[in-house]
């Protein structure tokens, strides 16, 4: 009877850790889908670009300059890879763009020009998908490394090497700059 209670108590258990272990195998292919989601949007967000700044090309030919760091910051932000490199190049090339709106104050026919509008509205949707894509992440590497640092959840994440997982964070300031929608104005 005794061996029976303790071949009981050892499956408990035995179920238990395999259950944390699967809740930590699930957590880290959320936050990996999650960090997914965030490249497709970024990727759409990049894709957009080129499309703005050749409209914008055509009525300020002048501001070679704005446009010339605009496609910098985009080339920099496609080839930055992992968390903490993609952050700074997204906010990069957030200020870029933000200059880049502020150009349509200065001419009045950009402003009217109805791709111009439709592209700062995609540009304003794509931002806050990258935006709930962030928050969605940053939730589920939290809840990961919360199960991961936990007990009894250390145990298992030691002995399999379940990494810690980085959130996808910026700065203060780039992170006020980026949270912001674009500001856009007509």
Request: charged share 20%.
């Amino acid at each position: 009877m005794a061996l029976l209670v303790l071949l009981g108590l050892a499956a408990v258990i035995g179920f238990w850790l395999v259950g944390i272990y699967n809740g930590l195998v699930s957590l880290r292919q959320r936050s990996r889908q999650a960090y997914s989601d965030i490249n497709v949007q970024l990727k759409q967000r990049h894709d957009l670009i080129p499309n703005l700044v050749e409209t914008v090309k055509g009525y300020a030919t002048h501001e070679r300059t704005t446009l010339e760091d605009v496609i910098k910051a985009r080339n920099a932000a496609v080839a930055a890879s992992g968390p903490n490199a993609q952050g700074a190049a997204e906010n990069a090339l957030t200020g870029a763009l933000s200059r880049l709106i502020a150009l349509s104050e200065a001419y009045p026919d950009l402003k009217a020009n109805q791709n111009f509008q439709q592209l700062q509205s995609e540009l304003s949707d794509i931002e806050n998908k990258i935006s709930a894509a962030r928050r969605f992440l940053n939730n589920t590497v939290a809840e990961y490394n919360a199960m991961r640092e936990g007990f009894p959840g250390f145990l298992i994440a030691n002995r399999f090497d379940f990494q810690p997982i980085d959130y996808f964070e910026l700065g203060e300031a780039e992170q006020k700059a980026v949270e912001a929608p674009p500001k856009v104005q007509f």
